[in-house]
């Protein structure tokens, strides 16, 4: 299947479009935990960074795939 240079440029667009959603998603996720764990300064009991922590990660993990082609579509 051969494709029109329309839709290669169209095509393009929309996964430049789709990366640039990601990384507004990481840039958000990363300036909340540190504004988080900044904020609360020494109210932060190791409880709530692990909490804190674990809950960055599984945001990065979902961001991870969503890059991955195929996986959490």
Request: with cysteine; hydrophobic share 50%.
């Amino acid at each position: 299947m051969e494709l029109a240079y329309f839709e290669v440029l169209q095509t393009i667009q929309a996964m430049i479009d789709r990366l640039e959603g990601v990384f507004q998603y990481w840039m958000s996720a990363t300036f909340a935990a540190i504004v988080a764990s900044h904020l609360s300064g020494e109210k932060l009991t190791k409880i709530y960074a692990g909490m804190l922590t674990a809950l960055y990660l599984i945001s990065q993990y979902q961001l991870l795939c969503e890059w991955q082609p195929g996986t959490l579509s």
